[in-house]
């Protein structure tokens, strides 16, 4: 089982910058697949807003290119998602994905997961 744990949320004026992080816990040896961020604001649907593969390619929303900056430690089994030049649009919560194979130890079988997050508030003031 995977569980992921986010943090970093936090209110912010707009034009400035925050960085959410979510862990993989639980018996991880290795994680393959995709980990990523999609958001959820208020009377809409949830929506992409980064994710990286493990072998490093990266995939961002129009909304947050030039923006926003994910990143993956694969050996903390961490993704990182750097937000600057924060708007009042870009309040909602946060959610980590995390979706592909792991490995509990080196041995061991490949296990197919998909995993969310609990969510971290991201709220923008103007």
């Known amino acids: 089982q995977v569980q992921l744990v986010e943090s970093g949320g936090g209110l912010v004026q707009a034009g400035g910058s925050l960085r959410l992080s979510c862990t993989a816990s639980?018996?991880?040896?290795?994680?393959?697949?995709?980990m990523g961020w999609y958001r959820q604001a208020p009377g809409k649907q949830r929506e992409l807003v980064a994710t990286?593969?493990?072998?490093?390619?990266?995939n961002y929303a129009d909304f947050v290119k030039g923006r926003f900056t994910i990143s993956r430690d694969s050996a903390k089994n961490t993704v990182y998602l750097q937000m600057n030049s924060l708007t009042p649009e870009d309040t909602a919560v946060y959610y980590c994905?995390?979706?592909?194979?792991?490995?509990?130890?080196?041995?061991?079988?490949?296990?197919?997961?998909?995993?969310w997050g609990q969510g971290t508030q991201v709220t923008v003031s103007s």
């Open positions: 994905n995390a979706e592909g194979q792991f490995k509990t130890e080196f041995w061991g079988p490949w296990t197919n997961f998909r995993s």
């Open positions: 990286v593969q493990s072998g490093g390619s990266t």
């Open positions: 639980g018996s991880i040896f290795i994680i393959s697949g995709a």
